[in-house]
């Protein structure tokens, strides 16, 4: 399985280019049992996120293949099971699903973050389904913020995310037979 990873600011350009290198692995493929997926994280808690949300799905309705969107803000690892042979599968985004993790159980009183050992836990059940995906005919390409080249906050909480979505790229990157960096709607690829 090709494993891309696409990293970048927000509004870099990353979404965009990681659907068209999606649809251009989807093009290339023979006529067979394939699927062209969008396992989307994102959840529209305010108006800037609908709006967002919105034009992702407006954007990949005018492009020339049919897509497949998934919303999965937290079970990422239950979607990742189901996928088969010759499916093209774009992931996003990273960030995003890591804040839905972080925070899930918030309504109750208890987020996984104040849980000792809940995001370790959800992040070792997403690592081993995208284990498993390495033995699938499977094109799977990850988006994901690039968070890294703000200064410290003082926010501990904060410092968390950002240590544990910065092992989680060095994670994905290890792993991936390709590694891009988008900045101002310019690619740099680094694997």
């Excluded at 309705?61 to 042979?85: F, G, K, M, N």
């Excluded at 309504?107 to 050992?117: A, H």
């Excluded at 290890?174 to 310019?186: D, H």
Aim: net charge negative; charged share 25%; hydrophobic share 40%.
């Amino acid at each position: 399985m090709p494993l891309i990873f696409i990293t970048g600011g927000v509004r870099s350009g990353k979404s965009r280019f990681a659907e068209q290198t999606a649809i251009q692995h989807y093009q290339a493929q023979p006529e067979t049992e394939k699927r062209l997926l969008y396992l989307a994280s994102g959840v529209a808690l305010d108006g800037e996120m609908e709006k967002r949300i919105l034009r992702h799905q407006t954007d990949r309705q005018t492009q020339p293949c049919q897509w497949l969107t998934l919303e999965v803000p937290y079970a990422i690892a239950e979607v990742l099971e189901t996928l088969r042979d010759g499916d093209v599968v774009l992931w996003d985004c990273v960030t995003t699903w890591l804040t839905n993790a972080f925070y899930e159980g918030y309504d109750s009183g208890t987020p996984c973050l104040n849980q000792p050992g809940c995001i370790e836990d959800k992040l070792q059940v997403v690592k081993q389904a995208i284990q498993l995906l390495l033995n699938k005919d499977v094109t799977f390409l990850v988006v994901s913020n690039e968070l890294f080249d703000e200064p410290p906050y003082d926010s501990d909480e904060v410092e968390l995310y950002r240590r544990t979505l910065g092992q989680f790229h060095q994670w994905f990157v290890a792993i991936a037979q390709e590694a891009y960096e988008m900045n101002y709607g310019i690619v740099k690829r680094w694997k």
